[in-house]
T-cell receptor, first 119, second 114 residues
Framework: AQKVTQAQTEISVVEKEDVTLDCVYETRDTTYYLFWYKQPPSGELVFLIRRNSFDEQNEISGRYSWNFQKSTSSFNFTITASQVVDSAVYFCALSEAHATNFGNEKLTFGTGTRLTIIP | NAGVTQTPKFQVLKTGQSMTLQCAQDMNHEYMSWYRQDPGMGLRLIHYSVGAGITDQGEVPNGYNVSRSTTEDFPLRLLSAAPSQTSVYFC?????????????FGPGTRLTVL
């Protein structure tokens, strides 16, 4: 069965520090997709990034970067020079291509990491 | 383009009462779903729909019903509310059933059952 583990329940850093959020996943499928979502204090989840299992290229988007390593089943998220606006709960999620029925219903979320940026 | 909308934003029920949480999307998305978010448990899928007239159960369906008569709307019904259903409920939609597609989430409904 698929599983996503976010071992860091809460992290606090001082503004401008770099911070890495860990995500470890388990799946038996060879084709799968990994996601990161952000849930700011307003409550609405916002999609940040998607990565498929065949693309291990790291990605950088401004201050955000993602490190996907199949060898360790990890998809970690780094925020460089953190800002107060980065304070949120971050969720990692996994969906399998060869799941039962349709596929999208097998999207599994981790328990989230609450990130607090201290001004 | 309003995206995914949910009403109400907050609701308090007494045990045994029934109610419907409303969800609508204006993106012509095929796939819609309901999740509940509880502390320390992430998001768990309640029910989902892959198109008008087609629904199925997710991970935690007991005590909830859904229907999808139109592409836009996907209401969630609580048949007889219980304190265990106290949670934050999110409706989400995506372009298709493909596991590749990201989900678009509504603002959530915070439900308290006394």
């Amino acid at each position: 069965a698929q599983k996503v583990t976010q071992a860091q329940t809460e992290i606090s850093v001082v503004e401008k520090e770099d911070v890495t959020l860990d995500c470890v996943y388990e799946t038996r499928d060879t084709t799968y997709y990994l996601f990161w979502y952000k849930q700011p204090p307003s409550g609405e989840l916002v999609f940040l990034i998607r990565r498929n299992s065949f693309d291990e290229q790291n990605e950088i988007s401004g201050r955000y970067s993602w490190n996907f390593q199949k060898s360790t089943s990890s998809f970690n998220f780094t925020i460089t020079a953190s800002q107060v606006v980065d304070s949120a709960v971050y969720f990692c999620a996994l969906s399998e291509a060869h799941a039962t029925n349709f596929g999208n219903e097998k999207l599994t979320f981790g328990t989230g990491t609450r990130l607090t940026i201290i001004p | 383009n309003a995206g995914v909308t949910q009403t109400p934003k907050f609701q308090v029920l007494k045990t045994g009462q029934s109610m419907t949480l409303q969800c609508a999307q204006d993106m012509n998305h095929e796939y819609m779903s309901w999740y509940r978010q509880d502390p320390g448990m992430g998001l768990r899928l309640i029910h989902y729909s892959v198109g008008a007239g087609i629904t199925d159960q997710g991970e935690v369906p007991n005590g909830y019903n859904v229907s999808r008569s139109t592409t836009e709307d996907f209401p969630l019904r609580l048949l007889s509310a219980a304190p265990s259903q106290t949670s934050v409920y999110f409706c989400a939609s995506s372009y298709s059933v493909s596991p590749y597609n990201e989900q678009f989430f509504g603002p959530g409904t915070r439900l308290t059952v006394l």
